[in-house]
C-alpha cells in the first residue's frame, strides 16, 4: 500500500509532518496534540466511517505508517527541534528557486496575499476541516497544505522571517553592499548579528534504544526488539515510548497479558502515547469479538479469565 507524496514540500525529500497533521507551521504543541487525536479517531478501524472497506483498510494502515509517526516526530521537544532546524534549512533553499511553479489555486493566492499570516492560517484550517473526509480529500489536502506551507516559508525567508513554534516572528536582516557597511547615525537601529544555528541535543540513550528497537520491529525482529526496549528500561523506567513498543512486541507475539501491562505503565507516564493507544484499542478489540461470541484466540484466555485450549 503505497502512501507517496509528492508536492509542496515533499519535492525536496522532505517529510512535511505539519501537512500530514493539517496544522500551521508555528502551531504550539497543544493544538497538535488536539488535532492528532481528531484525526487517529476518525482513521482508527473502530471508529472510521468510509463505507468501503478497502478504504477503511487504507484509512488504518495511513494512521499507522504516516500519521502516527508524524505526532510522534512533534511528540517530544528533542524531535521538535531537529525538526525545526531541517525545517528551516529547507525554507533557504526554497527561497533559492528562481522560478516557483504552484500547482494549487490556494498556493497561488498565497503567493500574492496581503497579509500572509491571516491568510495562511485561514487557507491551512479551510483545507483540514475536510482533509480526512476520504482517502482523495486526504491526499489532495496534504499535497495542498505542503504547497502552502512552501510558499510561506519562501516568503518568510525572502523577507527576512523567521518561524518558530507557537508565533511567527520577524527578524531584521542587515543588507550590505560588497564589502562596504554604510555608517548609520547614533538613534539608528544596529544591523544585528545572524543568529548561530541551534544544534539539536542528542538523544538519550534510551531514546536511542527505542530508535534500534523500532528497526527491528519493522523487520518484525521481535526477539531483537524486546531485548532493545528492555535495556532502555532499565535506563529510564519510566520511559513511555519503550513501554508502548514493549506493549506492542508482546502483542505482536500472542503475548496479551503482558502487552496489556506495559500499555498501562505507559500512559501512567503519558496518557497521550499514540503507540500505547494503539495497542490498547487492538486489546479492546479482541475482547469485543470475543464478547460477540467469536472464538478466543489462546493468547487472550488470561484476559478473558478462560483456559486456553
Known amino acids: 500500500m503505497s502512501f507517496e507524496m509528492t508536492k509542496g514540500l515533499f519535492k525536496y525529500d522532505f517529510t512535511d509532518q505539519h501537512a500530514i497533521l493539517g496544522i500551521p507551521l508555528d502551531a ?34 495511513f494512521l499507522s505508517k504516516v500519521v502516527n509517526p508524524a505526532y510522534n516526530k512533534f511528540s517530544k521537544e528533542s524531535d521538535r527541534k531537529e525538526y525545526n532546524l531541517l525545517l528551516a534549512a529547507i ?23 496581503k497579509d500572509l499570516e491571516e491568510a495562511y492560517k485561514t487557507a491551512v484550517g479551510k483545507l483540514a476541516l475536510k482533509q480526512y473526509e476520504s482517502v482523495q480529500e486526504t491526499q489532495d489536502a496534504i499535497d495542498q497544505i505542503s ?11 525572502r523577507s527576512g522571517g523567521v518561524i518558530s513554534a507557537g508565533s511567527a516572528t520577524k527578524t531584521a536582516t542587515p543588507t550590505t553592499t560588497g564589502t562596504a557597511t554604510t555608517a548609520t547615525p547614533a538613534t539608528a537601529t544596529q ?35 524486546t531485548l532493545e526496549l ?28 503482558m502487552a496489556k501491562l506495559e500499555v498501562q505503565k505507559a500512559l501512567a507516564s503519558d496518557p497521550e502515547e499514540p503507540t500505547a493507544l494503539e495497542v ?10 470475543a464478547k460477540k461470541g467469536e472464538k478466543k484466540p489462546g493468547f487472550f484466555a488470561s484476559l478473558f479469565g478462560g483456559k486456553k485450549k
Not at 497538535?32 to 478504504?55: G, N, P, V
Not at 504547497?147 to 525567508?157: C, D, F, G, I, Q
Open 28 to 61: 504550539e504543541f497543544s493544538d497538535i496534540r488536539k488535532r492528532y487525536m481528531k484525526i487517529a479517531r476518525r482513521l482508527h478501524s473502530d471508529t472510521c466511517s468510509f463505507e468501503d472497506q478497502a478504504d477503511k483498510e487504507w484509512a488504518n494502515q
Open 91 to 113: 525554507g533557504k533553499r526554497v527561497a533559492k528557486e528562481v522560478k516557483m511553479q504552484f500547482d494549487s489555486a490556494a498556493a497561488r493566492e498565497l503567493a500574492t496575499a
Open 147 to 157: 504547497e502552502l506551507n512552501m510558499v510561506y516559508l519562501l516568503r518568510k525567508e
Open 191 to 225: 544591523p544585528v548579528e545572524p543568529a548561530q544555528p541551534k544544534i539539536a541535543p542528542k538523544k538519550s540513550l534510551a531514546d536511542q534504544s527505542c530508535d534500534r528497537a523500532q528497526g527491528f520491529m519493522d523487520s518484525k525482529n521481535y526477539a531483537k526488539a
Open 230 to 257: 528492555r535495556e532502555a528500561l532499565k535506563r529510564e523506567p519510566k520511559h513511555s515510548r519503550a513501554h508502548a513498543l514493549l506493549a506492542m512486541c508482546y502483542f505482536q507475539q500472542d503475548q496479551a497479558t
Open 280 to 289: 490498547k484499542k487492538k486489546l479492546e478489540q479482541a475482547l469485543e469479538k
